[in-house]
């Protein structure tokens, strides 16, 4: 069972990250971002009402976001551990997601914090501007993103410092290196990679 949670400014890599983390752990990665797009796209209730704030480059309320990840959370392939990927990013997120998990005898075992300069991940958005077309990665709202992460999210990597579970890890560089990097901390805090034998 393993509980991870990946933090860092937008444009560090996170998803990419968590995409092989999930791959290699065996566990689901969850990224409210990703939930929140399908559901625009689907025109979803959740997703009309997301959409205005997603789109301007501000956090979808707690009240939104906090059901929509204690419903996902409660899904079976969450049994064998997770990994989350854009929540919490509120103090607000942070109580709720200790509740729920104190209510299941659980915690998170490891924080990743994804380290990365401010001037890289604006030039690393502005590239995914231009493949990915999405709405939110034009220039004045990427830097309005970076001010709501430095505002209200980054505060969360001192909290879970000093719970002793955060691991600091250098998002420069190639994406092979960086997963290299955080499996290789993962492992020396007793985090395995599962047996290749039963992947
Ligand atoms: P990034 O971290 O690169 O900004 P995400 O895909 O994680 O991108 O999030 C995109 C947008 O989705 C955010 O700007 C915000 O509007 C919304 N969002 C994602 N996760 C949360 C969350 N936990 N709480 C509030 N809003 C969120």
Redesign the pocket.
């Known amino acids: 069972m393993t509980r991870l949670l990946l933090i860092g400014p ?2 560090a890599g ?2 990419t990250q968590a995409v092989r983390l999930a791959e290699s752990y065996l566990i689901p990665a969850i ?4 939930i ?2 399908s559901n625009v796209r689907n025109e979803t209730e959740l997703g009309t009402k ?1 959409k205005s ?2 789109d301007a ?4 309320p ?1 009240s939104l ?1 906090n059901a929509l990840i204690r419903d996902r959370l409660a899904e079976a392939d969450c049994e064998s551990g997770f990994l989350l ?6 103090t607000d ?1 942070v109580r709720e997601l200790d509740e729920f998990l104190a209510g299941h005898g659980a915690e998170l075992d490891v924080v990743i914090e994804l380290v990365a300069d401010p001037d890289v991940v604006v030039e690393r958005l502005r590239k995914r501007a231009s493949e990915q077309a999405r709405s ?1 990665d034009d220039e004045s709202v990427v830097r309005h ?1 970076l001010e ?1 992460y430095r505002e209200q999210t980054a505060p969360l990597v001192g909290v879970y410092e000093g719970r002793g579970v955060l691991i600091k890890i250098d998002a420069l560089g190639e994406i092979d290196d960086v997963t290299l990097r955080i499996t290789e901390a993962l492992a020396s805090r007793g985090i395995a990679l599962p047996d290749a034998a039963t992947r």
């Open positions: 937008p444009g996170k998803g990224s409210t971002g990703d929140f797009r997301a704030y997603m480059g501000d956090n979808v707690d976001t990927d854009g929540y919490p990013r509120t997120q939110d993103r709501v």
